[in-house]
């Protein structure tokens, strides 16, 4: 007995429904809601918060995958910079402690002494004092510090509160708070960051540009693609002219040629990769409109007196939703290719900023030795963002095809 009851159910969830039962579809939108949640939390969730996960330890140049240190946290000398969460989620902490990589510590009085990492097999390290009070507190060394014989220490910090701590109260802090093992799971480049946490930043500025780049080249494809499809005459000739000549300029080399004329930078590359994708949407749209404006419902907007705008915005536009849905997601796993490409000629997003194309510029010369993972590890996520989009494309394809399982009415 035929099942009547998807009459009743909206072309959307249908179409939902048909996505749903696609798995690669459905793995590749895991993929691109679990990115997208790393890019907005951001610095909350990376192990290293601080801006662009810029915290650089030389002495931990290019250490493999799971290499874990021990490291001294010192409390440095100023002010209290902590943020809000939000502030916090949208442009990392500055951190409060500078960590020392170090190989063996001990006590000497008021004093801790560190032997530095060097990473050598007999390591070979400098031994550092550093006053306890001043691992623990924000020392204000403006003001007097004082060293009693019944073994407290006596100072200011940076909010000037007199704070006196006894010797071994401050030994239990340190050895408890600021001695820490710390890992690095996906390993350090070559100035000594952490390999993870710059690849969880660096999907913040692929899945920005992409969005905003898809968001610029919608918003000139529909606009233009509408005109040329509605009006036709003139107005087609002209905007497929211009289509034409943008079309015929090679992507990247007018990706380049419009960074070089706005200038090198974040902001620019959502401009420059927007400005190149357009054409396709606009093409899209010309086509479908020039199919739809003859539908009866069209005239018989036209004969209640609709304005050619409302015919575009409130009836035609919706109509052709699906196929422009399916170009963006196409258009998205451009964008990030794109800036990927233009951060590795160095003409993307700038240092210090996190991007998975400068990773592989800074480390593809690590590929020919024992640190290949420098370079493999961006590559890896540049790869399994686009092929997510992809997947995510394909699947709203066959999704909205009004054409898909329709003999299964009968």
């Not at 005109?227 to 211009?242: L, Q, V």
């Not at 079309?247 to 620019?268: C, D, E, H, N, R």
């Not at 686009?386 to 066959?398: A, E, P, Q």
């Amino acid at each position: 007995m035929p099942d009547y009851s998807r009459y009743s159910q909206s072309l959307s969830y249908q179409a939902w429904i048909r996505f749903r039962k696609n798995t690669p579809a459905m793995i590749g939108l895991s993929m691109i809601v679990l990115c997208i949640l790393i890019a907005i939390l951001g610095p909350v969730i990376t192990p290293d918060s601080s801006p662009n996960a810029n915290e650089m330890a030389l002495q931990l140049t290019t250490k493999k995958p799971g290499f874990s240190v021990t490291m001294l946290l010192d409390r440095k000398n100023e002010e209290d910079r902590s943020s809000n969460f939000f502030k916090k989620m949208l442009f990392g902490e500055e951190p409060k402690y500078r960590a020392i990589p170090i190989y063996q510590y001990w006590f000497e009085g008021n004093y801790i002494v560190v032997e530095t990492y060097t990473g050598l097999p007999d390591n070979n390290g400098i031994e550092i004092k550093y006053n306890l009070a001043d691992i623990v507190y924000p020392i204000n060394y403006h003001n007097l510090f004082v060293t009693r014989s019944d073994g407290t220490l006596e100072f200011s910090d940076f909010s000037g509160n007199r704070v006196r701590k006894h010797i071994d109260e401050l030994k239990q802090v340190i050895e408890d708070d600021h001695i820490i093992q710390r890992t690095y799971w996906f390993g350090t480049d070559r100035f000594g960051r952490d390999l993870l946490s710059r690849l969880m930043a660096g999907t913040r500025v692929s899945l920005s540009v992409g969005f905003i780049a898809v968001f610029i080249s919608l918003f000139i494809g529909l606009t233009l693609g509408s005109i040329a499809g509605f009006f036709r005459g003139r107005s087609d000739s002209i905007i497929m002219w211009f289509i034409q000549v943008v079309w015929s300029v090679p992507t990247l080399l007018l990706v380049i040629a419009i960074t070089l004329a706005l200038g090198k930078g974040f902001w620019q590359i959502f401009i420059a990769v927007g400005l190149s994708m357009w054409p396709d949407v606009a093409r899209l749209v010309r086509g479908q409109i020039m199919s739809i404006r003859e539908f009866q419902f069209v005239e018989a907007g036209r004969a209640l007196g609709f304005s050619d705008y409302r015919l575009i915005a409130m009836h035609i536009l919706p109509n052709i939703f699906g196929p422009v849905i399916v170009i963006s997601a196409e258009n998205f796993a451009t964008s990030i290719l794109l800036e990927a490409g233009l951060s590795f000629l160095g003409i993307g997003a700038q240092p210090p900023m996190p991007s998975w194309g400068s990773m592989i510029k800074d480390h593809y010369g690590y590929i020919i030795v024992d640190a290949a993972y420098l370079a493999i590890f961006p590559g890896v996520a540049i790869m399994l963002l686009v092929l997510s989009f992809i997947l995510v494309g394909n699947g709203l394809r066959d999704a909205l095809d009004a054409r898909v399982n329709q003999t299964q009415i009968t």
